[in-house]
Protein backbone atom coordinates (compact mmCIF):
# COMPACT_ATOMS: atom_id res chain seq x y z
CA UNK A 1 0.00 0.00 0.00
CA UNK A 2 2.49 2.09 0.58
CA UNK A 3 4.26 1.87 -2.60
CA UNK A 4 0.95 2.76 -4.04
CA UNK A 5 0.56 6.15 -2.11
CA UNK A 6 3.78 7.18 -3.33
CA UNK A 7 2.91 6.58 -7.00
CA UNK A 8 -0.54 8.32 -6.42
CA UNK A 9 0.88 11.21 -4.32
CA UNK A 10 3.86 11.67 -6.76
CA UNK A 11 1.47 11.48 -9.96
CA UNK A 12 1.49 14.90 -11.86
CA UNK A 13 0.12 15.31 -15.87
CA UNK A 14 2.55 18.09 -15.86
CA UNK A 15 5.61 15.62 -15.39
CA UNK A 16 4.23 13.01 -17.78
CA UNK A 17 3.42 16.12 -20.44
CA UNK A 18 7.25 16.95 -19.64
CA UNK A 19 8.92 13.37 -20.22
CA UNK A 20 7.47 13.24 -23.98
CA UNK A 21 5.29 10.04 -25.29
CA UNK A 22 7.85 7.45 -23.84
CA UNK A 23 7.44 9.13 -20.61
CA UNK A 24 3.37 9.36 -21.12
CA UNK A 25 2.83 5.95 -21.53
CA UNK A 26 5.39 5.21 -18.49
CA UNK A 27 2.58 7.53 -16.22
CA UNK A 28 -0.22 5.96 -17.76
CA UNK A 29 0.85 2.70 -16.13
CA UNK A 30 1.66 4.41 -13.32
CA UNK A 31 -1.37 5.60 -12.57
CA UNK A 32 -3.15 1.86 -13.76
CA UNK A 33 -0.75 0.70 -11.51
CA UNK A 34 -1.86 2.87 -8.48
CA UNK A 35 -5.90 1.93 -9.28
CA UNK A 36 -5.81 -1.63 -9.66
CA UNK A 37 -3.67 -1.75 -6.17
CA UNK A 38 -7.01 0.28 -4.70
CA UNK A 39 -9.85 -1.74 -6.09
CA UNK A 40 -7.56 -5.23 -5.20
CA UNK A 41 -7.35 -3.75 -1.19
CA UNK A 42 -11.49 -2.96 -1.72
CA UNK A 43 -10.34 0.73 -0.46
CA UNK A 44 -11.92 3.71 -1.55
CA UNK A 45 -10.29 7.10 -2.22
CA UNK A 46 -11.94 9.21 -0.11
CA UNK A 47 -10.71 6.06 3.04
CA UNK A 48 -7.44 6.66 2.11
CA UNK A 49 -7.06 10.68 2.76
CA UNK A 50 -6.10 10.54 6.52
CA UNK A 51 -3.39 7.58 5.17
CA UNK A 52 -1.26 9.90 2.88
CA UNK A 53 -2.80 9.78 -0.35
CA UNK A 54 -3.78 13.12 -2.24
CA UNK A 55 -7.02 12.57 -3.47
CA UNK A 56 -6.36 14.77 -6.07
CA UNK A 57 -3.74 13.19 -7.00
CA UNK A 58 -5.66 10.21 -7.46
CA UNK A 59 -8.53 11.97 -9.91
CA UNK A 60 -5.80 13.44 -11.96
CA UNK A 61 -4.45 9.60 -12.07
CA UNK A 62 -7.64 9.04 -12.58
CA UNK A 63 -8.23 11.48 -15.88
CA UNK A 64 -4.97 10.93 -17.20
CA UNK A 65 -4.97 6.82 -17.62
CA UNK A 66 -8.40 7.51 -19.46
CA UNK A 67 -6.95 10.14 -22.19
CA UNK A 68 -3.87 7.81 -22.23
CA UNK A 69 -6.13 4.76 -23.00
CA UNK A 70 -8.00 6.83 -25.62
CA UNK A 71 -5.00 8.08 -27.37
CA UNK A 72 -3.47 4.04 -26.97
CA UNK A 73 -6.92 2.88 -28.28
CA UNK A 74 -7.17 4.98 -31.41
CA UNK A 75 -3.23 4.45 -31.73
CA UNK A 76 -3.98 0.95 -32.21
CA UNK A 77 -6.83 1.44 -34.53
CA UNK A 78 -4.96 3.30 -36.65
CA UNK A 79 -2.03 1.27 -36.66
CA UNK A 80 -4.61 -1.57 -37.70
CA UNK A 81 -5.80 0.39 -40.53
CA UNK A 82 -2.23 1.12 -42.14
CA UNK A 83 -1.03 -2.75 -42.09
CA UNK A 84 -4.67 -3.79 -43.82
CA UNK A 85 -4.35 -1.18 -46.74
CA UNK A 86 -0.88 -1.79 -46.93
CA UNK A 87 -1.15 -5.53 -47.41
CA UNK A 88 -2.50 -5.89 -50.66
CA UNK A 89 0.69 -3.29 -51.81
CA UNK A 90 2.75 -5.56 -50.81
CA UNK A 91 1.19 -8.82 -51.70
CA UNK A 92 1.01 -7.07 -55.43
CA UNK A 93 4.08 -5.82 -55.91
CA UNK A 94 6.48 -6.82 -53.27
CA UNK A 95 8.82 -5.65 -50.57
CA UNK A 96 11.38 -4.41 -52.98
CA UNK A 97 8.23 -3.40 -55.31
CA UNK A 98 6.00 -1.59 -53.00
CA UNK A 99 7.55 2.27 -52.61
CA UNK A 100 6.46 4.75 -50.08
CA UNK A 101 4.64 6.40 -52.28
CA UNK A 102 2.57 3.15 -52.88
CA UNK A 103 2.04 2.72 -49.13
CA UNK A 104 1.28 6.48 -49.12
CA UNK A 105 -0.98 7.00 -51.63
CA UNK A 106 -2.94 3.87 -50.10
CA UNK A 107 -2.97 4.82 -46.30
CA UNK A 108 -4.02 8.23 -46.87
CA UNK A 109 -0.97 9.21 -44.85
CA UNK A 110 2.03 11.16 -45.13
CA UNK A 111 5.69 9.40 -44.50
CA UNK A 112 5.78 10.31 -40.51
CA UNK A 113 2.03 9.42 -40.29
CA UNK A 114 3.21 6.08 -41.60
CA UNK A 115 6.06 5.16 -39.42
CA UNK A 116 4.87 7.10 -36.74
CA UNK A 117 3.99 3.65 -35.41
CA UNK A 118 6.25 1.46 -37.49
CA UNK A 119 10.41 1.03 -37.57
CA UNK A 120 10.67 0.69 -40.76
CA UNK A 121 9.33 -0.06 -44.27
CA UNK A 122 10.08 -4.17 -43.26
CA UNK A 123 8.46 -4.10 -40.13
CA UNK A 124 5.70 -2.56 -41.88
CA UNK A 125 5.40 -5.60 -44.75
CA UNK A 126 6.49 -8.25 -41.82
CA UNK A 127 2.83 -7.47 -40.30
CA UNK A 128 1.20 -7.04 -43.58
CA UNK A 129 2.93 -10.43 -44.21
CA UNK A 130 1.00 -11.75 -41.22
CA UNK A 131 -2.35 -9.85 -41.94
CA UNK A 132 -2.86 -11.48 -45.13
CA UNK A 133 -1.21 -15.24 -44.31
CA UNK A 134 -3.57 -15.00 -40.49
CA UNK A 135 -6.32 -14.25 -43.13
CA UNK A 136 -5.98 -16.89 -45.87
CA UNK A 137 -5.23 -19.57 -43.34
CA UNK A 138 -8.66 -18.36 -41.70
CA UNK A 139 -10.45 -19.06 -44.82
CA UNK A 140 -8.72 -22.00 -45.93
CA UNK A 141 -9.73 -24.08 -42.17
CA UNK A 142 -12.99 -22.32 -42.86
CA UNK A 143 -15.75 -25.25 -41.49
CA UNK A 144 -13.05 -27.56 -40.13
CA UNK A 145 -14.35 -27.13 -37.09
CA UNK A 146 -17.71 -28.59 -37.23
CA UNK A 147 -16.39 -32.15 -39.24
CA UNK A 148 -15.91 -34.57 -37.08
CA UNK A 149 -14.39 -37.17 -39.52
CA UNK A 150 -10.46 -36.31 -40.34
CA UNK A 151 -10.48 -36.94 -43.67
CA UNK A 152 -13.21 -35.10 -44.39
CA UNK A 153 -11.99 -32.06 -42.66
CA UNK A 154 -8.83 -32.64 -44.65
CA UNK A 155 -11.26 -32.73 -48.58
CA UNK A 156 -12.36 -29.65 -46.51
CA UNK A 157 -9.39 -27.63 -46.79
CA UNK A 158 -8.92 -28.29 -50.51
CA UNK A 159 -12.01 -27.40 -51.77
CA UNK A 160 -11.77 -23.89 -49.26
CA UNK A 161 -8.91 -23.38 -51.60
CA UNK A 162 -11.05 -23.26 -54.98
CA UNK A 163 -14.12 -22.04 -53.26
CA UNK A 164 -13.15 -19.74 -50.19
CA UNK A 165 -10.92 -17.19 -52.08
CA UNK A 166 -13.65 -14.06 -51.72
CA UNK A 167 -12.40 -11.62 -48.82
CA UNK A 168 -8.72 -12.78 -48.89
CA UNK A 169 -5.88 -10.06 -49.70
CA UNK A 170 -6.15 -8.56 -53.36
CA UNK A 171 -2.73 -10.21 -54.87
CA UNK A 172 -2.68 -14.01 -54.62
CA UNK A 173 -1.83 -16.33 -51.96
CA UNK A 174 0.54 -14.15 -49.65
CA UNK A 175 2.74 -17.28 -48.53
CA UNK A 176 3.54 -18.25 -52.66
CA UNK A 177 4.13 -14.41 -53.41
CA UNK A 178 6.36 -14.22 -50.36
CA UNK A 179 8.29 -17.04 -50.76
CA UNK A 180 9.22 -16.63 -54.34
CA UNK A 181 10.00 -13.01 -53.91
CA UNK A 182 12.27 -13.40 -50.79
CA UNK A 183 13.96 -16.27 -51.96
CA UNK A 184 17.40 -14.53 -52.68
CA UNK A 185 15.90 -11.51 -50.81
CA UNK A 186 14.87 -10.21 -48.05
CA UNK A 187 15.61 -12.63 -45.13
CA UNK A 188 13.12 -11.51 -42.38
CA UNK A 189 10.12 -11.89 -44.94
CA UNK A 190 11.67 -15.36 -45.75
CA UNK A 191 11.94 -16.15 -42.43
CA UNK A 192 7.98 -15.55 -42.21
CA UNK A 193 7.21 -17.49 -45.21
CA UNK A 194 8.80 -20.87 -43.51
CA UNK A 195 7.50 -20.04 -40.64
CA UNK A 196 3.86 -20.03 -42.02
CA UNK A 197 4.62 -23.22 -44.34
CA UNK A 198 5.77 -24.74 -41.23
CA UNK A 199 2.49 -24.07 -40.06
CA UNK A 200 0.55 -25.06 -43.00
CA UNK A 201 1.77 -28.57 -42.94
CA UNK A 202 2.11 -28.92 -38.98
CA UNK A 203 -1.81 -28.27 -38.90
CA UNK A 204 -2.34 -31.01 -41.82
CA UNK A 205 -0.43 -33.24 -40.06
CA UNK A 206 -1.73 -32.71 -36.84
CA UNK A 207 -5.28 -33.82 -38.82
CA UNK A 208 -3.62 -36.68 -40.34
CA UNK A 209 -2.07 -37.84 -37.04
CA UNK A 210 -5.94 -37.24 -35.53
CA UNK A 211 -7.25 -39.46 -38.05
CA UNK A 212 -5.00 -42.64 -37.60
CA UNK A 213 -5.41 -42.78 -33.81
CA UNK A 214 -9.03 -42.69 -34.44
CA UNK A 215 -8.92 -45.51 -37.52
CA UNK A 216 -10.55 -43.06 -39.72
CA UNK A 217 -7.19 -42.98 -41.68
CA UNK A 218 -4.92 -45.89 -43.14
CA UNK A 219 -1.77 -46.49 -40.40
CA UNK A 220 0.33 -47.40 -43.45
CA UNK A 221 0.22 -43.63 -44.68
CA UNK A 222 3.24 -41.40 -43.80
CA UNK A 223 1.91 -38.37 -41.76
CA UNK A 224 4.64 -35.86 -43.17
CA UNK A 225 3.77 -37.37 -46.86
CA UNK A 226 0.10 -36.62 -47.13
CA UNK A 227 0.82 -33.14 -45.55
CA UNK A 228 3.31 -32.18 -47.94
CA UNK A 229 0.95 -33.51 -50.84
CA UNK A 230 -1.95 -31.39 -50.17
CA UNK A 231 0.33 -28.53 -49.33
CA UNK A 232 2.77 -28.41 -52.75
CA UNK A 233 -0.18 -29.55 -54.78
CA UNK A 234 -2.44 -26.45 -53.65
CA UNK A 235 0.21 -24.08 -53.64
CA UNK A 236 1.70 -25.23 -57.14
CA UNK A 237 -1.74 -24.76 -58.47
CA UNK A 238 -2.32 -21.45 -58.02
CA UNK A 239 1.32 -20.25 -58.99
CA UNK A 240 -0.21 -22.42 -62.63
CA UNK A 241 -3.03 -20.42 -61.95
CA UNK A 242 -1.22 -16.94 -62.36
CA UNK A 243 0.82 -17.56 -65.16
CA UNK A 244 -2.08 -19.48 -67.58
CA UNK A 245 -4.31 -16.47 -66.01
CA UNK A 246 -7.28 -19.03 -65.47
CA UNK A 247 -8.52 -21.26 -62.72
CA UNK A 248 -7.83 -24.54 -64.43
CA UNK A 249 -5.14 -25.74 -62.51
CA UNK A 250 -6.13 -25.13 -59.05
CA UNK A 251 -9.84 -27.39 -60.42
CA UNK A 252 -7.57 -30.15 -61.44
CA UNK A 253 -5.84 -30.15 -58.42
CA UNK A 254 -8.88 -29.93 -56.12
CA UNK A 255 -10.32 -33.14 -57.97
CA UNK A 256 -6.91 -35.50 -57.72
CA UNK A 257 -6.48 -34.44 -54.08
CA UNK A 258 -10.19 -35.86 -53.01
CA UNK A 259 -10.22 -39.10 -55.42
CA UNK A 260 -6.55 -39.31 -53.61
CA UNK A 261 -7.43 -39.04 -50.17
CA UNK A 262 -10.81 -41.17 -50.97
CA UNK A 263 -8.74 -43.60 -52.39
CA UNK A 264 -5.04 -43.84 -51.22
CA UNK A 265 -6.15 -42.17 -47.37
CA UNK A 266 -9.39 -43.15 -45.82
CA UNK A 267 -9.66 -46.11 -43.90
CA UNK A 268 -12.03 -48.77 -45.47
Known amino acids: MAMTQGLIAGFSPGRARAAGEEGRGKFAVVALIGLIE ?16 DADGLGQATKFFSREMEIMRKGAATRREIIEKAAPIFNK ?18 KGGIYRHFESKEQLAEEAFDYAWNLAMERRMAGTETIDNSVDRLKQIVRNFLEKREGLV ?32 ARLESIVEDGKKRGEIKGTVKTEKVAMLIASTLEGSLMVNRLREKDTAIR ?7 EYLESGVRAT
Open 38 to 53: LFKCNLRPFGLISQGV
Open 93 to 110: KGFEGASLSDLMEATGLE
Open 170 to 201: PGGCPLLNTAVESDDGNAALRSKAKRAMTGLL
Open 252 to 258: VAVQHLE
